[in-house]
């Protein structure tokens, strides 16, 4: 502990060989003056600063820098996309630095080892590591501490942005960093007034000690000449209570640019001399290759074609004159067993009845409790999900004295530029990336192939070239989250219909480790297909045991395979899950005579949090008990591990993680059924800004509403039925239902309430279509013919 009113000045570059480690790890200001900042995984990694300061400026760390006029500038390393990030993370600068919010700048940070994201490393870590997963794998605190993960992501800058990790891998060194910065600004303040440092007060972008005040900026160059305090005198951390008067706002940063049009995204980039390509590509099935095509069509001024092997691009100095050169040429391909939709069934249908399959979680022993004559047993199916962003897969890139140059909003940026640089057979080094904003990406920007097509026909024709990919082409290239089929059965008590046993096989590609080996592996969707063909994993089958206190759960998988290359999109494996369990709960709970309100609570154990979810979101709602033409259906859902098996008599404790319950009013009209409001009430741990996570929420309800009713396609002949956004039902605001929303102050680390919100939105319909018209649905998307 340092001693009161001791000021230390910093040590000269020399002693940067021999760096001192505090508690947290992390040696912090370093970077002032050029420095190295250090990092620690299984052995000491070394960086060199990660945003280098800007005229006037003064750089501290790998976080933030301060301008002379005081303005605060915060790297976001994780893409904003609409999620409310690059607030999130400088909200908690600006508290922990004492900053005048509208003096706060935040901007995308390079890819840099300083910014790993160890939470998400450790998380996936059965897709870098298939030997040997569980050593890097964990959650919570496990996750961040994970000496495997941390290696492994600081190593290969992982700083992909999913599964709502932003808070979970950022907020603690954000926080550490700009708590750093603040005890150098007071240091160099009580050095200028002969006080104890200790006795400054940091507000506003202010450093005063009684009526002596200097602004952030007066104080910035003289900062960067002292050491943080060891140990780091952290303030709380951010937290937003569910009463709004209690509340501090801090409105969104992106929202002013976006709404006077100077935001940037990928389409938007212009550089001199830059043409245009559309592109077509083949049909998804084995061994699809360019075949015929007729070069004398593509008439125009400037128009050239490029082909590949999977794919023909033209080139114009307009993106439409590119596209109708490609209709004029007409490419065909040649595809071996192209996908059908209606291969993709039977394929399901075998896998879910009669197929090898995979146990991936147990509690108990649920093959004896479960006898020979199951209760209940039900199928339920999935069609393949499609993102539906409001952008397209866009990118620009430049070759350039060496260098490829790429303007690309990516999820996983070190990964595109490892795949750039291997089709281009240049080092990674001369891959530079500028990340621009996404609009809307759902997680479609994990993916890279469009990054990859687009440096390759720059390459081609000499020239800058900006590729996007039109709708069609976004749902045929696009890699869609998998279709699944589920059979449920439960045995249960004959009085009250309690649960005995639970039971639940889902047939669908092993999508998560395929994902793996193209995002981690380097692979190409044929070879990542084939590579995974036939693989368990727990992972596309995520979330699929109940959140419900059950003696007895067998969840197995059925590696089946479709043809289609899966991806991963908003919700993921979690949101299908729960599709299959609330749908089957309510089903349960009708079959007993049970309404299903209480039915769930007395299933939950321990679980107060989601209980108290449930009865709080029925209140809201007027809850009638689900009955008999009321229109009323209700889901609940839990982000987070399973339950555990509690030892021997012992309850074991409620499991982390955020909580939902949602209650669907629909009624039914001339124009048939429709959504006429969502209620939910959300228990998301500690709020760091309560706005935002009302926008989650309610556009994760909307995003869930969507998968329910369309966003999905068939395919003939390998090419999707679908090709334009109009024609996948998509909510739109005239039938956009009344939302309400409500927040319970529950314990515990944030929750990400983008992924949480999307879940419980299907079954609650599903259920609320059945108690309108005694009808139950059990495939998604809900067609309009089907209603």
Not at 30 to 58: C, D, I, K, N, S
Request: net charge neutral; with cysteine; aromatic share 6%.
């Amino acid at each position: 502990m340092a001693e009161p009113g001791l000021v230390r000045r910093r040590r000269g570059l020399a002693s940067l060989a021999r760096p001192r480690v505090t508690r947290r790890g992390l040696l912090i200001g370093a970077a002032a003056g050029g420095g190295l900042l250090a990092a620690w995984g299984l052995m000491p990694r070394r960086y060199p600063p990660p945003v280098p300061a800007g005229a006037g400026e003064t750089s501290y760390n790998a976080w933030l820098r301060i301008g002379p006029d005081g303005t605060v500038t915060v790297a976001v390393p994780q893409l904003e996309m609409g999620q409310g990030a690059a607030t999130l993370l400088a909200q908690v600068v600006a508290l922990e630095l004492g900053a005048d919010w509208a003096q706060l700048v935040a901007e995308p940070a390079p890819v840099s080892g300083a910014y790993a994201n160890i939470p998400l490393a450790a998380r996936w870590s059965a897709l870098w590591m298939p030997f040997g997963a569980e050593l890097g794998a964990g959650r919570g605190e496990a996750a961040r501490s994970s000496r495997l993960a941390r290696s492994f992501a600081e190593r290969s800058r992982f700083t992909a942005t999913a599964d709502g990790t932003t808070l979970a891998a950022y907020e603690q060194p954000a926080r550490e960093a700009a708590c750093a910065v603040r005890t150098m600004l007071m240091q160099a303040a009580a050095a200028r007034w002969d006080v104890a440092w200790e006795a400054c007060r940091v507000a506003g972008g202010v450093v005063s000690h009684g009526t002596r005040r200097a602004r952030f900026g007066e104080l910035a160059e003289d900062a960067a000449g002292y050491d943080p305090a060891d140990p780091l005198p952290l303030g709380p951390p951010p937290a937003e209570t569910a009463d709004r008067a209690e509340n501090v706002p801090f409105p969104r940063l992106d929202l002013p640019a976006k709404a006077e049009g100077r935001a940037r995204f990928a389409a938007d980039v212009r550089l001199p001399g830059m043409v245009f390509a559309a592109i077509r590509h083949a049909p998804l099935g084995a061994e699809a290759s360019l075949g015929r095509y007729d070069p004398a069509a593509a008439r125009g001024d400037g128009v050239r074609l490029v082909k590949g092997e999977r794919w023909l691009a033209a080139v114009a100095p307009t993106w439409w004159t590119a596209e109708r050169a490609l209709a004029a040429v007409a490419p065909r391909f040649r595809v071996r067993q192209p996908v059908d939709t209606a291969r993709i069934d039977a394929a399901l249908d075998k896998a879910v009845k009669k197929a090898r399959t995979y146990r991936v979680a147990e509690l108990g022993d649920p093959d004896e409790a479960m006898g020979e004559r199951p209760s209940l047993v039900a199928r339920y199916d999935v069609a393949p999900g499609l993102h539906a962003g409001l952008e397209t897969a866009s990118c620009t890139a430049r070759l350039r004295d060496g260098r490829v140059e790429l303007w690309l909003a990516s999820q996983a940026p070190e990964a595109a530029r490892q795949a750039v640089a291997g089709a281009l057979g240049v080092n990674p080094r001369d891959v530079l990336l500028y990340p621009v904003l996404a609009g809307g990406s759902f997680d479609a920007r994990l993916e890279h192939d469009h990054a990859v097509e687009a440096a390759l026909i720059a390459r081609e024709v000499g020239r800058p070239v900006q590729l996007t990919w039109s709708r069609w082409q976004e749902h045929l290239a696009g890699k869609p989250r998998a279709p699944a089929a589920a059979l449920l059965w439960a045995r249960t008590a004959p009085d009250g219909g309690a649960v005995l046993a639970w039971h639940t096989r889902i047939a669908t590609p092993p999508a998560a480790r395929e994902f793996g080996a193209r995002l981690f592996g380097g692979r190409d969707a044929p070879a990542a297909l084939a590579a995974t063909a036939g693989a368990a994993d727990p992972l596309a089958v995520e979330g699929a045991v109940p959140p419900y206190r059950l003696a007895h759960v067998a969840v197995d998988h059925v590696p089946v395979s479709t043809g289609i290359p899966a991806g991963r999109l908003r919700g993921n494996a979690p949101a299908v899950a729960a599709f299959f369990t609330e749908s089957f709960v309510d089903e349960l709970a009708r079959a007993a005579g049970r309404e299903p309100l209480s039915y769930r609570i007395e299933m939950l154990g321990n679980d107060v949090r989601l209980a108290e979810c449930l009865q709080r979101c029925a209140a809201l709602t007027g809850w009638d008990a689900g009955a008999a033409g009321s229109g009323q259906g209700l889901a609940c859902h839990r982000l987070g591990p399973a339950p555990e098996e509690p030892a021997g008599d012992e309850q074991a404790a409620a499991p982390e993680g955020g909580r939902i319950a949602v209650i669907a009013t629909v009624r039914r009209d001339e124009s048939g059924v429709r959504v006429e409001r969502l209620t939910a009430v959300a228990d998301l741990g500690r709020i760091v800004n309560r706005d935002i996570a009302r926008q989650q929420i309610e556009g994760g309800l909307i995003f869930g509403m969507g998968q329910t009713i369309g966003a999905s396609t068939g395919y003939v002949r390998g090419l999707p039925v679908l090709g334009r956004l109009a024609d996948l039902s998509l909510p739109v605001l005239a039938n956009v239902p009344e939302i309400v929303v409500e927040f319970i102050d529950g314990p515990g680390e944030p929750c990400d309430p983008g992924e949480l919100a999307v879940a419980a939105v299907a079954p609650a319909i599903a259920n609320a279509l059945h108690s309108a018209t005694g009808i139950r649905f059990r495939k998604l998307p809900l067609f309009a013919e089907e209603v």
